[in-house]
């Protein structure tokens, strides 16, 4: 069976309390998921890392690749396969020299190829455009264009994510154009997760690259 042309990235919500391990279990079992990126504001380590930790451990169990949002300190404390950076959030060579050569680094670039050249320039693995539709998990600053992901594509061999307001409903052209992953979170957390990532495979098979055609 060919693989996937987009696999996908879970985003948490802020809110890891209560009863989300269990989701997040729910949706992991449920189909194909590369990435689960740990998304927390207002906590510092020592408050983030105890809500990480059972997570990076469902995570682990199921090969799935964890994600730590913003903070370099906390990913190096947990030794996270990952952290995601915003553009105001450090620089790629500071993280790269403080968690060494294995861990993926990701950087927000919004709709700006100029972030994604430079990003991928200082050694990202992966880069992150969005926001593709109007988002309920932050605020929308920015609106990026299946142009960019086509560009994008291209050009470079560097994976690219898709991220803001994507459903399994829209995913749709943004598959075809290129993303390589799709970033999301309401669109799982806000109602049946298990059911979410099985509509999201389901598109994601039904919308084939435009050149893997």
């Not at 992966?126 to 960019?148: C, I, R």
């Not at 991220?163 to 309401?186: H, M, R």
Request: include cysteine; aromatic fraction near 8%; charge should be negative.
């Amino acid at each position: 069976m060919a693989k996937p042309s987009a696999d996908l990235y879970l985003i948490s919500p802020l809110d890891v309390t209560g009863g989300f391990a269990d989701r997040l279990a729910r949706a992991l079992d449920a189909g194909p998921v590369a990435a689960f990126q740990f998304r927390v504001k207002g906590l510092d380590d020592h408050a983030a890392a105890p809500l990480a930790e059972p997570l990076q451990k469902i995570c682990a169990d199921r090969d799935v690749a964890f994600i730590v949002n913003d903070s370099v300190s906390l990913a190096k404390r947990l030794g996270a396969d990952g952290v995601h950076l915003g553009q105001k959030d450090g620089d790629v060579r500071e993280a790269r020299e403080r968690l060494g050569r294995d861990v993926q680094i990701g950087v927000t670039c919004h709709d700006s190829r100029h972030f994604a050249m430079a990003a991928g320039e200082a050694g990202a693995d992966y880069v992150a455009f969005g926001a593709f539709f109007p988002s309920s998990t932050k605020e929308t600053e920015h609106v990026a264009t299946l142009d960019t992901l086509e560009w994008w594509q291209t050009i470079f061999e560097l994976p690219c994510v898709a991220i803001g307001g994507i459903t399994p409903e829209n995913c749709g052209p943004i598959v075809q154009a290129g993303a390589d992953f799709l970033a999301v979170s309401n669109a799982v957390w806000g109602g049946d997760e298990a059911a979410a990532v099985v509509a999201f495979n389901e598109a994601i098979r039904a919308n084939p690259r435009i050149n893997d055609r």
